[in-house]
């Protein structure tokens, strides 16, 4: 099956400062999601983006296909940023009901 | 406000001894997904459902079972939990299935075994 790989795993900022998390997968994807979950649990979709860039606020996500790669960018971060972010896709052989998560990049922002 | 919501939000349950999660949807979604979550680690696929239709992952243990009684319901019962069996439990929707949908999570159930 396809693999996902994020880095880095672990992330810490202060506030204010920009950053890029990274998701490798190892085959062509069908849908790739960005996701975090908060420190209580709650997992919260940032970005559908299988290719193409889009932005919502200070999030920023692209994707490369071709080169099998996503980033997320967080600008001007804030504590309230804080937790886990996971990048999960569908493979291309898959009608869309198998998403295999990434181990996920956990970040804390300092106050 | 259309959601996904699982009650209840922590449970305890003995060494054996059945238990139940539950999960609802207002959006009217055609599938309805249950995942592990085990500590630090990402959410696992056990299975899902598409209308009826149930589909089980290949490694999710016999241990775990789900019905889907309505739309917008959707159950997992563990039989007999073990300490591994530990975790957060998430329950995700989406509209189809296809492949260009996003999945809305429930906040989880975490599960205690004593």
């Known amino acids: 099956g396809i693999q996902v790989e994020q880095s880095p795993p672990d992330l810490i900022l202060q506030e204010g400062a920009n950053s890029t998390l990274r998701c490798n997968f190892s085959?062509?994807?069908?849908?790739l999601q960005w996701f975090h979950q908060n420190p209580w649990g709650q997992l919260i979709n940032l970005f559908y983006?299988?290719?193409g860039t889009k932005q919502n606020g200070r999030l920023s996500a692209t994707t490369v296909a071709t080169e099998r790669y996503s980033l997320l960018y967080i600008s001007s971060s804030q504590t309230t940023d804080s937790g886990v972010y996971f990048c999960?896709?569908?493979?291309?052989?898959?009608?869309?009901?198998?998403?295999?998560f990434g181990p996920g990049t956990r970040l804390s922002v300092l106050p | 406000d259309a959601m996904v919501i699982q009650n209840p939000r922590y449970q305890v349950t003995q060494f054996g001894k059945p238990v139940t999660l539950s999960c609802s949807q207002t959006?009217?979604?055609?599938?309805m997904y249950w995942y592990q979550q085990k500590s630090s680690q990402a959410p696992k696929l056990l299975f899902h459902?598409?209308?009826?239709?149930?589909?089980n992952e290949a490694d999710t243990p016999d241990n775990f079972q789900s019905r889907r009684p309505n739309t917008s319901f959707c159950f997992l019962d563990i039989r007999s939990p073990g300490l591994g069996d530990a975790a957060m439990y998430l329950c995700?929707?989406?509209?189809?299935?296809?492949?260009?949908?996003?999945?809305?999570f429930g906040p989880g159930t975490r599960l205690l075994v004593l």
């Open positions: 995700a929707t989406s509209i189809d299935g296809g492949q260009q949908e996003t999945q809305y």
């Open positions: 085959d062509s994807v069908n849908n």
């Open positions: 983006i299988p290719s």
């Open positions: 999960a896709v569908e493979g291309g052989d898959n009608y869309g009901q198998n998403f295999v």
């Open positions: 959006l009217n979604h055609n599938v």
């Open positions: 459902y598409y209308d009826k239709d149930f589909n």
